[in-house]
């Protein structure tokens, strides 16, 4: 089996699902449950016996202890993260803990769980660490994109942690050798995404007739990739990745917030129209993210190179079945909007004034 972290999460879901999909192989999923954990989100495996749920923190050390040693993992896949820039201006505790911290927590007990296996399964174990193309700062128009051998240049409470994480990964194979694999991947958007995040706060702001929050100018960039795309990435790196190494995950797809967002409401005009006009009327722009990071995009050739990987997805083929996704699950965005997100909406937009 494999140890999944952060599998209730948007991306992490997403892979569980895809691999159970294609395979029989049990995961044990350790999810703390945050507001960003949702396991209505995995209802379809409510009663199956290849996904294994425990609630926890990637940060309680004889939790994961125990679970290592009851369950033998073959390999761990680490997404749980704080993972919202948003949040992480206004509250970086979180994310030092969680991603920090708790990556910290991770590699150790993989370490000492790597030590009890014989040297055939240390040899075939790995410990697949999920991160960001955050962690190399913010491009310029011409600037080539972000390869693996890129400085490290964070800019956002959010990406520092991000890159604090990488480090370390990076130490404990050089250290100690455990077998580690890290992805540095692009802006993801699917089914399933809290909504607080562009794409998903965009669509179910359009459909309650609420204002689209576009910070600044709406032409920072970043390159988007569809999630299943994402996942099949992290199963070919799992596979055939060699220890040690970075590969940068992307979709080729640069495009500005506001084409984003225009595109959008372009669709939602399509798939359900307003009576009061195109949602595209709903478009405010306003106070900037402080620090915000201008551009990102990503040089995807290796993994390309080395593992045969390339997105299936288009841009368009993606949004399109993102939107559609949202249209057909209202029960799911509901159950989301808890008192928790109101107090987020509240907190991130409420003070926020529009620009001029
Ligand atoms: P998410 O915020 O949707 O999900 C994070 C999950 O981790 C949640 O289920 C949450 O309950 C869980 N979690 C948080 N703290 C935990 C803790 N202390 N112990 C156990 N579980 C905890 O995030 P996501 O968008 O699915 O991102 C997953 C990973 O991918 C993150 O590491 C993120 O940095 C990385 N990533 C995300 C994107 C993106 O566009 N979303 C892009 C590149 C990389
Ligand atoms: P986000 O989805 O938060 O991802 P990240 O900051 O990790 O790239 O934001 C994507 C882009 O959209 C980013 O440039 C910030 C911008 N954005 C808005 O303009 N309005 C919003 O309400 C949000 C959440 C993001």
Same mark, same amino acid.
């Given at each position: 089996m494999i140890l999944v972290s952060g599998g209730a999460g948007f991306i992490g879901a997403n892979f569980i699902l895809d691999w159970l999909a294609g395979d029989d192989e049990i995961i044990l999923n350790l999810d703390l449950l945050t507001y960003a954990g949702n396991l209505e989100t995995l209802a379809s495996l409510r009663d199956d016996p290849r996904h294994v749920f425990v609630q926890g923190d990637i940060c309680d050390r004889a939790l994961v202890d125990r679970l290592l040693a009851t369950? !033998?993992? !073959?390999?761990? @896949?680490?997404?749980?993260?704080? &993972? #919202? @820039? +948003? !949040? &992480?201006? #206004?509250?970086?505790? +979180?994310f030092v803990r969680t991603n920090v911290e708790g990556t910290f927590t991770l590699l150790e007990a993989a370490r000492a769980h790597h030590a009890s296996l014989d040297a055939a399964e240390q040899a075939a174990f790995r410990f697949l660490h999920v991160s960001t193309d955050e962690v190399y700062g913010s491009l310029g128009t011409d600037d080539p994109a972000f390869?693996?051998?890129?400085?490290?240049?964070?800019? &956002?409470?959010?990406s520092a942690s991000?890159?604090? &994480?990488d480090h370390l990964v990076r130490a404990w194979h050089h250290t100690y050798g455990l077998p580690v694999l890290t992805t540095n991947c692009s802006n993801n958007y699917g089914p399933r995404q809290f909504p607080e995040k562009l794409i998903p706060l965009m669509i179910v702001n359009a459909l309650a007739g609420k204002p689209l929050p576009v910070y600044g100018d709406g032409l920072n960039v970043r390159d988007w990739l569809y999630v299943t795309d994402h996942c099949a990435a992290i199963r070919e790196v799992l596979a055939r990745g060699t220890p040690g190494e970075i590969y940068n995950i992307g979709g080729w797809n640069e495009k500005t917030n506001i084409d984003i967002v225009r595109g @959008?409401?372009?669709l939602l005009d399509e798939l359900r129209p307003s009576a009061d006009g195109s949602h595209a009327r709903l478009i405010t722009h306003v106070t900037d993210r402080p620090g915000h990071d201008r551009r990102y995009a990503i040089d995807a050739r290796k993994i390309e190179r080395e593992l045969g990987w390339r997105p299936a997805e288009t841009f368009d083929s993606g949004i399109r079945k993102t939107v559609q996704w949202y249209l057909d699950n209202p029960q799911w965005v509901a159950d989301v909007q808890s008192g928790a997100y109101r107090d987020w909406v509240a907190a991130n937009y409420g003070t926020r004034g529009q620009a001029a």
């Open positions: 369950y !033998r993992p !073959r390999a761990i @896949v680490h997404f749980a993260a704080e &993972s #919202h @820039v +948003d !949040r &992480s201006i #206004h509250g970086p505790g +979180d390869a693996e051998t890129k400085a490290y240049e964070p800019n &956002s409470p959010y991000k890159a604090a &994480s @959008v409401c372009a």
